[in-house]
C-alpha cells in the first residue's frame, strides 16, 4: 500500500502529531506514505515528498505543518477535480487521509463520493466539525485564550479599564465560550447567541455600581451584536466563501462603543494567530495520535468516506458526509454555564 496525507486549511497545534501518527501507523504496516503539499493544492498541482521514519522524528511536539497548508478549494472547478484524480493515479496512491475541518473535510467527502479512496481527520481550533466531541488544535487555542485572560485580568484591574477581548470562531463560539470560561470572562458574546450593545453596557454598569471597576469582555470574532452597525465592505471572499472576519473589527468597535455610551475606558486586544501557535498541549498531542492512527486503520479495512471522531473517550468512524453536513454549534447549557460568571 503507498497513501498520501494532507493537511488543510488554517494550521493548529497538533497537525504534525497527527501527521506522525498517519506515518508511524503506515510504515507498522509496511506501507510507504507521501506528503501532500499544501493541502488541496498539492492534490491539484502533484506537489509531494516522500515521508520517511526520519522525516517525521521529532515532530510531535512542533506546532504549524512540516507540509504545509492552503485554502485552496478543488470543489470550484471541475477541471481541478479532474486533476486531483489525475495525480492521485500518478502518484500511485491507494489512500488518502485529509486532515482539516469543515472546508477541507467536505472536499474529501465529495471525492469519496466519487470514488476516491479517502478518509478524513478533524482538525480545527473552532471546534465546528460535527460527530466529534474534539477537533485537533481546539484544546491548545482554548488554554492560550485562558492565559491571555489571566494575564489581561491583572492590567485590567491596575488601570479600572473594559478589555475586550476578540478571538476566533467564525460561525461557533467554543473557543470564547471554554476560553472564557476558563479565564474568568465578565461577558462573552457568541455567534449561536445575539447580543446587543445595550445589554453589554448594562451588565458593565451593574458591575461597577457593585464596586467592580473593570471588566474582561470576550467576543468571537463572529458575533452577532445586533444594534452595532457592520462595516459596508469586508473585501473579497476565500476560496470557500469565507469573508476575512479580522476586517470586522468587532472587538475594537464594541470597546469604542462601550466608552461612548458608558464612559467606562475600554482597550481591545485580538488574540489573532497567537490561538494557532505554539506546541500542543497534552491533549492535543494524543488526541491527534489516536485520531491518525484510526484513518489509517480505515484505510486497510477499506472503510473509505469516513472520518475518525472522538466520542466520550472512544475514537469511532463516522460518515463523511454526515461530518460536513452542519456546524457544530456550542452546547447552550455550556454558554448558560458561563452566564453564571458574568
Same mark, same amino acid.
Given at each position: ?168 470562531? !467564525? +460561525? =461557533? @463560539? ?7 470560561? $476558563?479565564? %474568568? &470572562?465578565?461577558?462573552?458574546?457568541? /455567534? *449561536? ?14 458591575? !461597577? +455600581? =457593585? @464596586? ?7 467576543? $468571537?470574532? %463572529? &458575533?452577532?451584536?445586533?444594534?452595532? /452597525? *457592520? ?112
Amino acid at each position: 500500500m503507498r497513501i498520501g496525507v494532507l493537511t488543510g486549511g488554517g494550521d493548529v497545534p497538533g497537525l504534525n502529531a497527527a501527521i506522525r501518527a498517519v506515518a508511524r501507523r503506515a510504515f507498522q504496516y509496511g506501507w510507504e506514505v507521501v506528503g501532500i503539499r499544501n493541502g488541496w493544492q498539492g492534490m491539484v498541482e502533484g506537489i509531494y515528498e516522500p515521508l520517511t521514519p526520519k522525516s517525521v522524528s521529532g515532530i510531535l511536539h512542533v506546532g504549524g505543518t512540516i507540509l504545509g497548508t492552503s485554502r485552496t478549494n478543488p470543489l470550484k472547478d471541475p477541471k481541478m477535480m479532474e486533476k486531483v484524480f489525475a495525480n492521485f493515479k500518478a502518484m500511485q496512491l491507494d489512500g488518502l487521509v485529509a486532515i482539516g475541518g469543515d472546508d477541507t473535510l467536505s472536499v474529501a467527502a465529495a471525492l469519496a463520493a466519487k470514488g476516491l479512496p479517502a478518509v478524513g481527520v478533524p482538525k480545527t481550533m473552532d471546534n465546528d466539525v460535527a460527530e466529534t466531541d474534539y477537533c485537533i488544535g481546539f484544546d491548545t487555542a482554548t488554554t492560550t485564550v485562558a492565559d491571555a485572560l489571566d494575564k489581561l485580568h491583572t492590567t485590567a484591574t491596575a488601570h479600572h479599564r473594559v478589555i475586550v477581548v476578540e478571538v476566533m470562531g !467564525r +460561525d =461557533a @463560539g467554543w473557543v470564547a465560550v471554554v476560553g472564557g470560561l $476558563a479565564g %474568568g &470572562a465578565d461577558f462573552i458574546a457568541v /455567534p *449561536e447567541s445575539p447580543t446587543n450593545m445595550d445589554a453589554i453596557c448594562a451588565h458593565l454598569k451593574n458591575r !461597577r +455600581d =457593585a @464596586g467592580k471597576n473593570f471588566a474582561i469582555v470576550v467576543v $468571537a470574532e %463572529g &458575533a452577532k451584536i445586533t444594534d452595532l /452597525p *457592520e462595516p459596508e465592505d469586508l473585501g473579497e471572499v476565500d476560496a470557500f466563501g469565507h469573508v476575512r472576519l479580522d476586517k470586522r473589527s468587532l472587538g475594537e468597535r464594541v470597546a469604542k462603543e462601550i466608552e461612548r455610551r458608558i464612559g467606562f475606558e475600554a482597550r481591545t486586544v485580538v488574540l489573532g494567530h497567537l490561538q494557532r501557535g505554539g506546541s500542543p498541549s497534552v491533549f492535543d498531542r494524543v488526541l491527534a495520535t489516536r485520531l491518525g492512527v484510526f484513518a489509517v486503520d480505515l484505510i486497510r479495512e477499506g472503510r473509505f468516506g469516513y472520518m475518525a471522531a472522538l466520542k466520550g473517550n472512544k475514537i469511532v468512524p463516522v460518515e463523511l458526509e454526515h461530518a460536513v453536513a452542519s456546524n457544530k454549534k456550542v452546547d447552550l447549557e455550556l454558554y448558560e454555564l458561563a452566564k453564571v460568571f458574568f
